[in-house]
Every structure is written in structure tokens, then in C-alpha cells.
């Protein structure tokens, strides 16, 4: 079994930063990419940004380049969401989502249970 555990949300005013942190943990083969997704009220779930494990790339919304930055670390499968520049719809809850491999033909594709960020003054 895979766990996700995201943190490091919370309330800031516009135009602040804040650091989203996500680790998986259990029995993984292979990663093939993790990445953050937000769900605003009454919105579908969206791509924020991902990074692709091999080879490493990253992926990023329209609406978060140049402000988002999205990076890994290998060694602790752990995920981090720089986000700087938060304009008030950017509210949501960011959910970080992993998909690999949990054995050589087992599919890998779990949710963390999200974490609120809120852009307000």
C-alpha cells in the first residue's frame, strides 16, 4: 500500500508565498510522475504542475507559469510545489497525486487528501 501525505497549506494574502510538500511512502516499483492538482468550489480538479521522473521534465498550467516551480528529491519520493506570486484564485485544495508502478505489472495511481490554500487579505 502507497500512503500520500501532503502539507504546507494555509491562508496568505495575495501576492505571498507558500511551500506544498508531498511524500509517498510504501511499496513503490517505479515512479513514473507526481504532481499537484487544485479543486476550487464548484470547479473541476485541474493540473497545477508535474515532474516526470525519467527522464525529468516538468509540466506547468498556463495560469501558474512563471510563479509556480515545481521540484524532487529522488531519495524521500517527495515532491514540493514552490508558490510564489498566490493571487486569489489560486484558493483551492491542492492534492498531490503519484503514478508508477507498485510492481512490475501493478499500476500505481494514489491521491493525497489534499491540503486548503486560501489567497486573501
Known amino acids: 500500500q502507497v500512503q500520500v501525505v501532503e502539507s504546507g497549506g494555509g491562508l496568505v494574502q495575495p501576492g505571498g508565498s507558500l511551500r506544498l510538500s508531498c511524500a509517498a511512502s510504501?511499496?513503490?516499483?517505479?515512479?513514473?510522475?507526481m504532481a499537484w492538482f487544485r479543486q476550487a468550489p464548484g470547479k473541476d480538479r485541474e493540473l497545477v504542475a508535474r515532474?516526470?521522473?525519467?527522464?525529468?521534465?516538468?509540466d506547468y498550467a498556463d495560469s501558474v507559469k512563471g510563479r509556480f516551480t515545481i521540484s524532487r528529491n529522488d531519495a524521500k519520493n517527495t515532491v514540493y510545489l514552490q508558490m510564489n506570486g498566490l493571487k486569489p484564485e489560486d484558493t483551492a485544495v491542492y492534492y498531490c497525486?503519484?503514478?508508477?508502478?507498485?510492481?512490475?505489472?501493478?499500476?500505481?495511481?494514489?491521491w493525497g487528501q489534499g491540503t486548503q490554500v486560501t489567497v486573501a487579505s
Open positions: 497525486n503519484i503514478r508508477g508502478y507498485i510492481t512490475q505489472f501493478e499500476v500505481l495511481d494514489s
Open positions: 515532474v516526470l521522473w525519467h527522464p525529468e521534465s516538468t
Open positions: 510504501g511499496n513503490i516499483f517505479n515512479i513514473v510522475h
